[in-house]
């Protein structure tokens, strides 16, 4: 599956799943159990822990509706089941070179999963972009920040069937 903003790997699912499951069965009970008794304590306009629970608790059910609608709205997509292994899709890890000679290795994933820092880009990115759908052997003009670059696809790969 390939063009959809919304995919997200197994293991990238299971992630917001288990920040979901820690925020609301973890730090939250224990937030709302900090304002209770910070709350019991008197005067609230100086009390730092009540003060400081009531805004952390509006952070974490702020990421809380963001997870749920997330995880709601992603399409889960097992890269390791990809039929079409010889082009760029969703979850494909990509080895190209740059213009000036320089090799780099992606991996195609969704918004909620890219780090860059360990080579996993959106595939809304502009290289991501950019890669979808092409083959090895693909030159592949890209605008980055950077500059206007072209890409040669040395290499496609996706994890092993399951």
């Known amino acids: 599956m390939s ?4 995919c997200i790997t197994p293991q990238g699912f299971a992630r917001l799943n288990a920040e979901l499951k820690q925020l609301w069965e973890g730090e939250r009970p224990q937030v709302v159990r900090t304002v209770s008794w910070a709350a019991g304590n008197g005067d609230r306009s ?5 003060l400081y629970g009531k805004k952390r608790l509006r952070q974490i059910d702020g990421r809380v ?3 749920r609608k997330r995880l709601e709205s ?3 997509v097992d890269p390791s089941r990809q039929v079409e292994r010889d082009r760029v899709l969703f ?3 990509v080895r190209y070179e740059r213009e ?3 090799v780099q290795t992606v991996t195609i994933v969704g918004r909620d999963e890219t780090d860059p820092g360990r080579g996993l880009i959106s595939m809304d990115s502009p290289i991501g972009r950019a890669l979808l759908k092409r083959r ?3 030159l592949v003009a890209v605008r980055t920040p950077g500059g206007e670059d072209e890409l040669e696809i040395l290499n496609i790969s ?3 069937s399951t």
Do not use: H
């Not at 063009?3 to 919304?6: A, I, L, Q, R, V």
């Not at 100086?46 to 009540?50: F, T």
């Open 65 to 67: 509706r963001f997870l």
């Open 136 to 138: 090895v052997g693909d």
């Open 74 to 76: 992603v399409t889960v």
């Open 100 to 102: 000036n000679g320089q």
């Open 91 to 93: 979850g494909a890890t």
């Open 46 to 50: 100086e009390n730092g822990d009540y």
């Open 3 to 6: 063009g959809s903003n919304d």
């Open 158 to 160: 996706y994890p092993p």
